[in-house]
């Protein structure tokens, strides 16, 4: 089974500060992994997305994300958050079949 | 525009009255699926399917059924709903790279 693990249920930036948001997943193969983003009131939309090859992988708005097997980690990051980031955030993991679980999310505060 | 559609966007029922949620893509995506979000819960994933006339259940399917006769469309059925199926619900829709492309979502309660 999989499984997808986001430790943080809320996360408090200041704007201009730098954001890491951490995911953990379980997942017996090689996993396909991906953040979505939340705005209120809207759907979700895909910020990036790792398959394989280079761990470090760029989205849109300025968001990265780093696959490390060894700790079974994905965690997004943003060297300096806007007022427009705050939303809630949520790592997925897929399997073969392309059907992805979800984590539980994390909502970003920003605080001007 | 590539997008996908559901409707209605807000729902009130009372528990019993069946409805219908429809879902619609127009990216001839071959997979589509049907989550639940509630508070401090995330995402659950309810149905989803991998091509037409072929479906499965995910993780909270008890109460909803679903088809898919076209390839396109994808609706979610509450038989008779319970109010603890008040919720906000999002289609989304894939192709075989795993780019899950969501919908607005709806809100449904259930009096």
Not at chain 1, 51 to 80: C, H, M, Y
Not at chain 2, 11 to 22: E, P, Q, S, Y
Not at chain 2, 61 to 77: A, D, M, Q, T
């Amino acid at each position: 089974a999989q499984s997808v693990t986001q430790p943080d249920i809320h996360i408090t930036v200041s704007e201009g500060a730098s954001l890491e948001l951490r995911c953990n997943y379980s997942y017996g193969a090689t996993p396909y992994l991906f953040w979505y983003v939340q705005s209120p009131g809207q759907g979700l939309q895909l910020l990036l997305k790792y398959f394989s090859g280079d761990t470090l992988v760029q989205g849109i708005k300025g968001f990265e994300a780093e696959f490390k097997r060894s700790q079974s980690s994905f965690n997004l990051r943003k060297p300096s958050v806007h007022w427009s980031d705050a939303a809630e955030y949520f790592c997925a993991v897929g399997p073969f079949s392309y059907i992805p679980t979800f984590g539980r999310g994390t909502s970003l505060i920003v605080h001007p | 525009e590539a997008q996908v559609t559901q409707n209605p966007r807000y729902l009130i029922t009372v528990t019993g009255k069946k409805l219908t949620v429809t879902c619609s893509q127009n990216m001839n995506h071959e997979y589509m699926s049907w989550y639940r979000q509630d508070p401090g819960l995330g995402l659950r994933q309810i149905y989803y399917s991998m091509n037409v006339e072929v479906t499965d259940k995910g993780d909270v399917p008890e109460g909803y059924k679903v088809s898919r006769k076209e390839k396109r469309n994808f609706p979610l059925i509450l038989e008779s709903p319970s109010p603890n199926q008040t919720s906000l619900y999002f289609c989304a829709s894939s192709n075989r790279d795993s780019s899950w492309y969501f919908g607005p979502g709806t809100r449904l309660t259930v009096t």
